[in-house]
């Protein structure tokens, strides 16, 4: 069974629907995005699947605990869990204010904090413990103009899986990030058509990525195919980390 948060959206969303089809049942978590959660709850129920909604503010401790609870009791177990939930505001350093600065690393890492330690209680406690998965970015490790809180907290994001993998891993619990490069949505390039672009000429594979490009470095990283794989990051983003930037 697999929990996968801030799945209202769309990277969250082909996320769940990727687990789905793999044969997990699937927590669909939401905050405010509950009509969004319920329809790919619905898709994946038509497909054949079994999904749950939840909604919980992450922003909330009390709410980060109690959504893992839930997921846990829905099935008896919790086999993986994917901290999707997130945001990505483009702002400035100048005039970024610390209320500012906390209010993204909250959002992006502290709800993925206490979830995983929620989670972590629960797979210790199974015959085959659990996996645990950040989505992180290729900003955690090369930052973009007006993402310094962004791209700081996608970093921490990425140590935060490594330090986790090495205290939880003599409990059965592995812990790994995904960094996903550039995902694309319907309305991407009519929004953003030069970043789109370039985006294609960098990419060695000359394409966006798809949320189940995403979905699918999760899922395997849940799987008993990554069994001996913990505390590493897997960059998905179609070889643009690979070009040279001189």
Known sequence: MALVTGASGLLGGGIARTFARAGAAVVVHCNQGVERAREVAEEIG??????????????????????????????????????????????????????????????????????????????????????VTHIASIEGHQPAVGHAHYSASKAALIMFARAAAVEYGGRGVRVNSVSPGLVGHPALAEEWPDGVERWGRAAPLSRLGRPEDVGGACVFLASDAASWITGTDLVVDGGVSARSTW
């Open 46 to 131: 038509k497909a054949g699947g079994d999904a749950l909604v939840v909604s919980a503010d992450l922003g909330e401790e009390r709410e980060c605990r109690r959504l893992v609870e839930e997921a846990y009791a829905w099935r008896g177990r919790l086999d993986a869990l994917v901290n999707n939930a997130g945001i990505q505001p483009v702002q400035g350093l100048d005039g970024m204010t610390a209320s500012d600065w906390r209010g993204l690393y909250d959002a992006n890492v502290t709800s993925a904090f206490v979830c995983t330690q929620a989670a972590a209680e629960v797979m210790a406690g199974q015959e085959r413990g659990g996996s």
